[in-house]
């Protein structure tokens, strides 16, 4: 079983014995596909799911670097903080394996935070929006989560 994540239609497929059984709709980074550390851009080529990050938590936990902070996103919350980059109910910590593409140095997706996460239902998906990962609605990343185990092979292109 493997994830690819298709840059240019924002789409996220789950593929298991050379057959799609999962597939869905997405957003990637609003600043396009690339590697570079502070690019807020989506990182291409082949990955695992380092660490996954949330299990058991009520969906729409809210996380801030990698943990629980004890708040449930809410509409009333975005407006109290409207900036805020909202990671919610799940993480899947994407790790690069390609050395010098997505791998250690200043391409390194681990080291450059790019996960896989829920996101609040009224940011839309299917559109570029986020700063580098790949947000999902709350029921996707749930059902996702629960699909593949640690250690998936994730495969991002355009």
């Not at 957003?27 to 502070?38: D, P, Q, V, W």
């Not at 010098?100 to 997706?109: A, Y």
């Not at 990343?141 to 185990?149: A, D, H, K, N, S």
Request: hydrophobic content about 35%; overall charge positive; glycine content about 10%.
């Amino acid at each position: 079983m493997h994830i690819e994540v298709d840059i240019s239609l924002q789409q996220l497929l789950l593929i298991k014995d050379d057959k799609i059984i999962k597939n869905y709709v997405v957003s990637t980074a609003n600043n396009g596909a690339g590697e570079i550390n502070g690019s807020e851009k989506t990182p291409r080529g082949e990955h695992i799911v380092r660490a996954k990050i949330g299990t058991n938590m009520p969906i729409s936990t809210v996380f801030v670097g990698r943990r629980p902070t004890g708040e449930y996103y809410s509409r009333q919350l975005k407006q109290k903080q409207p900036e805020r980059d909202w990671i919610l109910t799940r993480i899947l910590w994407l790790s690069g394996t390609e050395l010098g593409k997505n791998r250690l140095g200043n391409v390194d997706t681990m080291r450059r935070f790019i996960y896989i996460h829920g996101c609040p239902e009224e940011d839309e998906v299917g559109v570029p929006g986020s700063h580098g990962c790949i947000k999902m609605r709350n029921k996707d990343i749930l059902e996702l989560y629960e699909l593949v185990p640690y250690g998936t092979r994730v495969i991002i292109h355009e």
